[in-house]
């Protein structure tokens, strides 16, 4: 079954032009290949926050997840006041500045987080105001040099079972089947939009799918086989690109998978505060050496400059991409640009957390608010050198 499984898609693939096929990064046992014949060694940043909120980078601590972010800034503005907001909130948070800055620094390729429901109604219809974001993005992309990587942070009734996946603190995509139809036919509609589009290195199908804490035993058997069936809605209309699979337990553990189901898959893990030694890693490199797979650090960081600079050689030693987390944020010193903390942030961030019952003045609100979105652009934030030092890439000017 298997076999004829690789047979439909290696027979979808001839459907691609070869003028076509051949602009498209493939993947040569566990190298990822350029369309030129090179080698591509992978050095990323991830736009987090941007089409995919997490309350963490607002300094929230209670209002977590997207749709409770989105709450807070309803009561915070009023509901008109905050579709503004957002509106604005996502014309500035990432801009083409951002991406030359990203292409300036030494980066090749952006990690793009992506909410379902900027790009689909819950009935299904294929409509929101992700999909021009994206496509506005990806142009800019194209035009700085680098390559993209569409990732889906966030799937219809939650993959992960933790905030980030805006779901209800359980991986129900996993148990409802509505909930993975409605994933498959969302990838499907983002393959056939973005057919055979050189600017995107590949499709990273979930991210973090299954927490460590929930029905392992039940749900780890789940998960190879929907990506199975995920990659061939892709491939049936985008043949050739590359697929990533992300590690079970939270992206963790390869456990779950046997060997590559089809061409052009890469296996990809996340990886904080971790050893800098090959220990650390040795499971996975046992993974990849067992099938002949190529691995993707898909998010790492948020600790200091001389551990990234160490968790970083470690992957280079080892052939190994990676994309750190996160290219900005609110007031950190671990993250590419730092917004600058607004004044009264801290009343801001008590009222949304529900740790205050009383609202702070209109004014001290809009303030604030306003000088978050100023504080935004390359321009006005903060570079922090180091980080990128850290990553091997441009230092200070």
């Known amino acids: 079954m298997r076999l004829l499984s690789i047979l439909w898609l290696f027979l979808c693939a001839l459907a691609l032009p070869v003028s076509a096929q ?5 993947i040569e046992g566990k190298r990822f290949i350029a369309p030129d014949g090179r080698v591509l ?19 929230f601590e209670v209002a977590k997840a997207p749709h409770q972010i989105y709450g807070a800034f309803d009561r915070l503005l009023g509901p008109e006041k905050a579709t503004a907001f957002w509106k604005q909130y996502r014309d500035t948070y990432i801009a083409r500045d951002d991406i030359r800055f990203i292409a300036s620094a030494g980066f090749n390729t952006v990690r793009i987080p992506l909410h379902w429901n900027l790009f689909m109604s819950p009935d299904g219809t294929m409509t929101g105001e992700g999909w021009a974001l994206l496509d506005r993005v990806l142009g800019w992309v194209k035009e700085a040099g680098l390559l993209a990587i ?9 993959q992960t079972g933790i905030n980030h996946d805006d779901g209800p603190g359980y991986p129900l995509m996993f148990y409802v089947p509505r909930d993975r139809d409605l994933t498959v036919k969302l990838w499907q509609a983002i393959a056939q ?7 995107i290195l590949g499709y990273d199908l979930l991210n973090e799918p299954i927490a460590p804490y929930h029905e392992i035993a039940t749900l780890n058997p789940r998960l190879e086989p929907f990506f199975k069936r995920v990659t061939e809605a892709i491939r049936a209309v985008d043949p050739g690109r590359i697929v990533f699979l ?3 337990q939270w992206s963790s553990s390869f456990d779950m998978f046997g ?16 050893s800098t030694k090959r220990d650390s890693i040795q499971r996975h490199l046992n993974f ?27 992957h280079e030693a080892h052939d190994i991409g990676w994309s750190f987390w996160t290219y900005k944020n609110l007031d950190s010193p671990s993250t590419v640009v730092s917004i600058p903390r607004p004044e009264g942030w801290d009343q801001i961030v008590a009222y949304a957390d529900g740790l205050r019952p009383d609202k702070p003045s209109d004014a001290l609100i809009d303030k604030a608010v306003a000088q978050y979105l100023a504080g935004m652009p390359i ?9 990128l030092a850290s990553l091997g890439l441009r230092g200070a000017p």
């Open 22 to 26: 051949a602009q498209l990064v493939r």
């Open 41 to 59: 060694h992978i050095k990323g940043i991830s736009l987090g926050n941007w089409l995919m909120p997490e309350g963490y980078m607002f300094k």
């Open 150 to 158: 569409v990732d889906l942070h966030a799937a219809p009734g939650g």
């Open 193 to 199: 939009r973005y057919a055979g589009n050189p600017t």
């Open 246 to 248: 992300a590690a079970g």
């Open 259 to 274: 060997p590559p189901f089809a061409p052009n898959l890469a296996y990809t893990y996340h990886s904080f505060w971790a």
């Open 288 to 314: 990849s050496a067992r099938y002949d797979v190529p691995l993707f650090l898909g998010e790492t960081g948020e600790l200091t400059d001389d551990w990234n600079e160490g968790f970083r050689k470690l």
């Open 379 to 387: 321009t006005h934030a903060t570079v922090r050198w180091s980080y």
